[in-house]
């Protein structure tokens, strides 16, 4: 066991110091601070943010954000036939009479077409019309907002860099005055010297050189923005922590450890080598640890519980599936239930690090609703943390349905095993949602005025718990035995996925308007589909 200790402690520190805090040259402009969407964040962070709007990743031609952004303020020109604007709505595509086989074009194609303004007048009409938007209008709308960002960053407009003598919204590139006007075109010409080294392969001493200039450009930039007003140029802390969170991807590093700990557990499971346990438990263990680290950094840079969106929610609840597992499997040792907990905890990071179009990963300040952290902590969490328990009761009932489809009779002791712990998971769940509803109407009272209002949100969070609370009676009862249980374990989970997703991604309705978004309807349902198949099927095979 000590052994092990000294493997966990020394991946650890490798993964954590692994060139996080190491600035290497020509990175200076990456900690550049900007104030952008309510709040100051590192140049690095606001390039990605905004070349993912525009096109859809966060490098283009293997070439970084912020090479890009910047090349776009500087040389806007230069854009003009690049085909970096990505449009994915197959009904926008055909309304503009563009291939409905590409997926990027150019700026002229786009906002230059013919029935680009008749377009946004047809969205304008709908907004007026105070109607949900549909997947349709949400495609024109997110084409009209990367129009929008491409011109404010090609003017200089977007890019607000020195604070101002008085009041709060910083000064953007135009409006730069004197010595801040010299500094940053200094600055822009050691960038486009650096740029210009890299792209004719210069020798590496050339091109250190180049990139120590550059640093020293930003660093001489920096202090005449300090200059204006030092008070409001304090964030240098934060920046740094930030840069090293967007390069070190601590949820990308545990979702794969969660991973290595997952293939050791099948092992176990399914061959009968408990002595690769251990092994299971320290690739987990170094998962959590770098999940909580993540966690507990956003929290760090937002000074809030990051719970705020899907995104972070997500996050949230991989990290709790984990934890409950990891409890019933200390009380149970079925093995089972690690499996299924580091199972759930690796997909939904995945999912949550792969589709940044629809689950958001950037920082964003809280609406005005959420602006209590006393609220936000308790009842947020408390509630989302339910879900936790229900996506390893989800996954069990997965695994389970799979050993019926393979054989019940042959399985049967592995059967009693899954059923059992689906069971624990869903009183987990249940003990944490029926509190989190509870809270959640004394905030809604403190904050609208009323305990209840049947708002969406409300509802779906209640349908919820009483089909989780309906499973449980129905186990001790006796109308549910391990069958019901497995199969209540996955089809239940559509509940939580209504009110945890549906309400705010298809309904977009009520007065939890703060966690609103769009996208990944088609998949979603495709994914509660396949799994009500799945039911049926073992269902079918069990019959027969």
């Known amino acids: 066991m000590k052994r092990l200790q000294v493997i966990l402690l020394l991946i650890l520190s490798l993964l954590v110091f692994k060139g996080a805090y190491a600035a290497a040259p020509g990175s200076a402009l990456g900690s550049l601070p900007v104030q952008s969407d309510g709040r100051v964040k590192p140049y690095d962070t606001f390039a990605k943010e905004m070349l993912e709007i525009v096109y859809g990743k966060k490098s283009f031609e293997g070439r970084g954000a912020a090479e890009i952004i910047f090349t776009w303020m500087l040389s806007p020109s230069a854009w003009k036939d690049k085909k970096i604007f990505e ?10 009479k563009l291939s409905q086989e590409q997926r990027y074009f150019t700026g002229d194609e786009l906002f230059d077409n013919d029935n680009f303004q008749l377009l946004m007048q047809e969205l304008q009409a709908k907004r007026d019309s105070k109607e949900k938007l549909t997947p349709y209008f949400q495609a024109l709308q997110r084409l009209e907002h990367q129009m929008v960002v491409f011109r404010e960053i090609a003017t200089g407009h977007m890019m607000r860099l020195i604070p101002p003598k008085e009041g709060t919204a910083w000064l953007s590139v135009v409006d730069f005055q004197g010595d801040q006007q010299v500094a940053f075109a200094n600055l822009a010409k050691a960038f486009v010297e650096h740029i210009g080294a890299v792209a004719q392969n210069t020798p590496a001493d050339q091109l250190e050189k180049a990139a120590q200039a550059l640093d020293e450009s930003v660093l001489k930039f920096q202090e005449v923005a300090k200059s204006n007003n030092p008070a409001l140029y304090d964030h240098d802390t934060r920046i740094k922590v930030e840069v090293h969170y967007n390069k070190f991807h601590p949820f990308r590093w545990a979702y794969v450890l969660y991973m290595l700990a997952a293939i050791f557990c099948l092992l176990v499971w399914t ?11 320290v690739f987990a263990a170094i998962g959590f640890v770098l999940h909580t680290y993540g ?7 937002m000074d809030r519980a990051p719970v705020t969106n899907m995104y972070e929610t997500v996050v949230w609840v991989s990290w709790g599936a984990l934890v409950f597992s990891a409890i019933l499997e200390i009380i149970y040792k079925f093995r089972v239930i690690f499996l299924a907990g580091t199972l759930g905890a690796m997909v939904a990071l995945i999912v949550a690090d792969t589709a940044p179009a629809v689950l958001d990963p950037s920082l964003q300040p809280l609406e005005a609703v959420l602006r209590s952290n006393y609220w936000l902590t308790v009842h947020v969490m408390t509630i ?41 998971a869903m009183q987990i769940g249940v003990a944490f949602l029926a509190p989190g509803i509870i809270l959640g109407g004394i905030w809604a009272d403190y904050s609208w005025g009323r305990f209840w209002g049947w708002d969406p949100k409300e509802t779906w969070a209640l349908i919820a718990l009483l089909g989780y609370l309906a ?22 989970f559509s509940l939580v996925i209504m009110a945890w997703y ?23 349902s495709a994914f509660v589909v396949a799994h009500f198949l799945l039911v049926l099927y073992a269902g079918l095979v069990r019959k027969k």
């Not at 449009?87 to 503009?96: D, G, I, S, T, W």
């Not at 966690?295 to 840079?301: E, N, Q, S, T």
């Not at 996506?391 to 997965?398: M, N, S, T």
């Not at 549906?502 to 979603?524: I, T, W």
């Open 271 to 281: 061959m009968n080598k408990p002595g690769l346990m251990k092994a299971a438990w």
């Open 502 to 524: 549906g309400v705010n991604f298809v309904l977009g309705a009520g007065l939890h308007s703060y966690g609103f978004g769009a996208g990944g309807v088609e998949y979603v």
């Open 471 to 492: 499973v449980l009676h129905g186990r001790l009862g006796g109308w549910f035995r391990n069958f019901g249980m497995i199969a209540s374990g996955v089809i239940t």
């Open 87 to 96: 449009v994915r709505n197959h009904e926008v595509l055909k309304a503009l």
């Open 295 to 301: 966690f507990c950094v956003r929290m760090y840079l």
């Open 384 to 424: 989302t943390i339910s879900y936790a328990a229900f996506l390893l009761a989800f996954v069990l009932g997965d695994i389970g349905l799979i050993y019926y489809i393979r054989g019940e009779e042959k399985h049967q002791a592995k059967i009693q095993a899954i059923a059992t712990s689906v069971y624990r």
